[in-house]
């Protein structure tokens, strides 16, 4: 079983920044992809950022040139780095890493327990 724990949410002032970290307790070469999502009160949970195995990152409209997604093999940990937060970024944010069978395509996703980041204005 795959364990993921997420840190480094809180509270913080528009425009200001936060890091959140992922640390995984399996290697991080396993993973095809890892995420980062949100899920604002009352809102679906949705992709705020991406990277897969081999650096491809991918980022939502609302977030490019603001969050960056990065990883430390060596410490089997994702980050977000996320800069010029406004108050619509304030969300639980979710760590989500996923293996996809080469075969039949099977994903099998594993999710963090979320960390709240609140921004204000």
């Known amino acids: 079983q795959v364990q993921l724990v997420e840190s480094g949410g809180g509270l913080v002032q528009a425009g200001g920044s936060l890091r959140l970290s992922c640390v995984s307790s399996?290697?991080?070469?396993?993973?095809?992809?890892m995420a980062w999502y949100r899920q604002a009160a009352g809102k679906q949970r949705e992709l705020v950022a991406s990277i897969t195995s081999g650096d491809n990152t991918n980022y939502a409209d609302s977030v490019k040139g603001r969050f960056t997604i990065s990883r430390d093999n060596v410490k089997n940990t994702v980050y977000l780095q996320m800069n010029s937060l406004k108050p619509e970024d304030t969300a639980v944010y979710y760590c989500?890493?996923?293996?996809?069978?080469?075969?039949?395509?099977?994903?099998?996703?594993?999710w963090g327990q979320g960390t709240q980041v609140t921004v204000s204005s």
């Open positions: 989500n890493f996923a293996v996809v069978t080469p075969i039949s395509r099977l994903r099998s996703d594993y």
């Open positions: 399996r290697n991080i070469f396993n993973f095809n992809v």
